[in-house]
């Protein structure tokens, strides 16, 4: 059952960094949200209203709050378990409703953000929707980032950074996965145990992982190659060793060797059957037979797409059908 909670005015909530396994709602008084700006680095705030939720995102999405909530008067909150809180909101209508209401709040922040970058510096809205996810990405707000790409793939799915959007959606992407596997994990590890190498170990490939992905963004494609190669030939943890030799397949297409790139592909899908993002190996083959001036069998691979993807309206459908329609109009 979800517990009252009284906090004094001024009192902390809950802190930016910590882990998140309560999601709130005020009840009486008044809380704040204080998080940092993006641009500026300057303090914001929102101010909750008697009813509303606050925590849910990173609670449900098991990663460390993004902001400080401080209660500004005397207040009262319901505090739920995330299994607390889904029971309650598979039942209530309402409750999702509300829910769709704070996180459009957050998402209406980013966009502000995105509105001002592209009226002040008068640059086109491409090229200011990824401008804004790259001030993401290297502030590490990581979870604004992977919402700003993934919304450029949507609108742009053929546009001039559509590969650089996708490696650093990815990236985004993995940085929230490891944080909150990290996070889940931790409390587990008992004492007594030599975990240390296999910690090390999960470390090592992951930083390594990101270091690669880091050299695409700065266009380093032969190096990065090669680092994501190491990788898998370590082999040391299979799911770092199935994504860099993804991007190992990616970096032949962004250096141009396009018949290389279909067979390593190729020999991917065989390899990776299960691999979550196997539209987006389908794609590259597409472009590589593209680029080749081999239409026919461009047109085969979006179609494999688009077949995969059902109904779905996705960036990988959206990207399959655009490029079939740009080819079949040659």
């Keep these: 059952m979800p517990k009252p909670l009284q906090f004094n005015s001024g009192a902390l909530i ?116 990824f401008a804004i996810g790259e001030k993401y990405i290297k502030s590490k707000r990581y979870d604004h980032a992977r919402y700003v790409f993934s919304r450029y793939l949507t609108h742009y799915p053929m546009g001039k950074n559509m590969a650089r959007a996708e490696n650093f959606l990815k990236h985004a992407e993995a940085a929230l996965a490891n944080t909150a596997k990290e996070k889940k994990s931790a409390p587990d590890v008992k004492p007594e145990e030599d975990t240390s190498s296999a910690a090390a170990s999960d470390t090592a490939a992951s930083k390594a992982y990101y270091d690669a992905v880091s ?53 991917f899908l065989t390899l990776y059957p299960e691999y979550p993002d196997l539209r987006d190996v389908m794609f590259y083959i597409g472009q590589s037979y593209e680029k080749l001036e081999n239409k026919d069998q461009a047109k085969v691979w979006y179609n494999k797409i688009i077949e995969a993807s059902g109904k779905e309206k996705d960036a990988p459908r959206t990207k399959a059908l655009k490029a079939l329609h740009e080819l079949e109009k040659r």
């Design 14 to 129: 809950y802190c930016k960094g910590e882990e998140a396994d309560k999601i709130y709602i005020l009840h009486s008084g008044k809380v704040s949200l204080i998080f940092s700006d993006i641009e500026s680095g300057n303090d914001m705030r929102n101010q909750v209203q008697p009813g509303e939720f606050f925590g849910v995102k990173s609670a449900l999405g098991h990663f460390p709050r993004e902001e400080n909530a401080m209660a500004l008067s005397d207040s009262t909150v319901m505090a739920f378990t995330v299994p607390e809180f889904e029971t309650m909101a598979s039942t209530n209508t309402r409750i999702i409703l509300k829910m769709l209401k704070v996180f459009s709040n957050q998402m209406r922040r980013v966009h502000v953000q995105v509105a001002s970058l592209m009226q002040s510096e008068n640059i086109k809205p491409e090229d200011g929707l």
């Design 215 to 267: 050299l695409i963004s700065q266009k380093d494609y032969e190096e990065a190659m090669a680092a994501f190669n190491q990788i898998v030939l370590a082999n040391e943890e299979a799911e770092w060793s199935e994504k860099s030799s993804y991007e190992a397949g990616h970096c032949l297409f962004l250096l141009e060797k396009f018949e290389d790139c279909i067979k390593y592909y190729k020999k």
